[in-house]
């Protein structure tokens, strides 16, 4: 391409000769092939607008069951948590229980074997 642009270049003697339409505050002249590629670039607009939309639209879904799957296995780890721990509380229970079971027995025990005539009697006899 030699010299200035399309834009640029003098006309014939009668300015709107050659320009159908012109912009009129700078006096660029709009031809066909400025109309042509305005559609085409107003086209590609439209569909890369589309295009990004879908593909927004698509990460947008994507991004929102990947949450609802890590919102559901949280609840699940939170429910099993929440279960160990009541039965953590119940184990501790029943060990405390225990734990004063077994002192009873001692106490008894001891109270047993201090108890004169029932610790190591040679005249008791075990039934077994």
Same mark, same amino acid.
């Given at each position: 391409?030699?010299?200035?642009? #399309?834009?640029?270049?003098?006309?014939?003697?009668?300015?709107?000769?050659?320009?159908?339409?012109?912009?009129?505050?700078?006096?660029?002249?709009?031809?066909?092939?400025?109309?042509?590629?305005?559609?085409?670039?107003?086209?590609?607009?439209?569909?890369?607008?589309?295009?990004?939309?879908?593909?927004?639209?698509?990460?947008?879904?994507?991004?929102?069951?990947?949450?609802?799957?890590?919102?559901?296995?949280?609840? #699940?780890?939170?429910?099993?948590?929440? #279960?160990?721990?009541?039965?953590?509380?119940?184990? #501790?229970?029943?060990?405390?229980? $225990?734990?004063?079971?077994?002192?009873?027995?001692?106490?008894?025990?001891t109270e $047993?074997?201090?108890?004169?005539?029932?610790?190591?009697?040679p005249s008791?006899?075990?039934?077994?």
């Amino acid at each position: 391409m030699n010299g200035p642009p #399309r834009y640029l270049r003098k006309r014939a003697a009668e300015p709107n000769a050659f320009m159908p339409l012109a912009l009129p505050l700078i006096g660029i002249p709009i031809d066909l092939q400025d109309v042509i590629d305005a559609v085409v670039l107003l086209v590609a607009a439209v569909a890369g607008f589309l295009a990004a939309g879908v593909i927004g639209l698509l990460v947008g879904l994507g991004a929102g069951f990947a949450f609802i799957e890590i919102t559901d296995e949280l609840a #699940r780890i939170d429910e099993a948590l929440t #279960r160990l721990a009541r039965e953590n509380e119940a184990l #501790r229970d029943r060990v405390e229980t $225990l734990e004063e079971t077994v002192a009873e027995l001692e106490g008894t025990i001891t109270e $047993l074997e201090n108890e004169p005539g029932t610790a190591d009697d040679p005249s008791r006899s075990d039934p077994d």
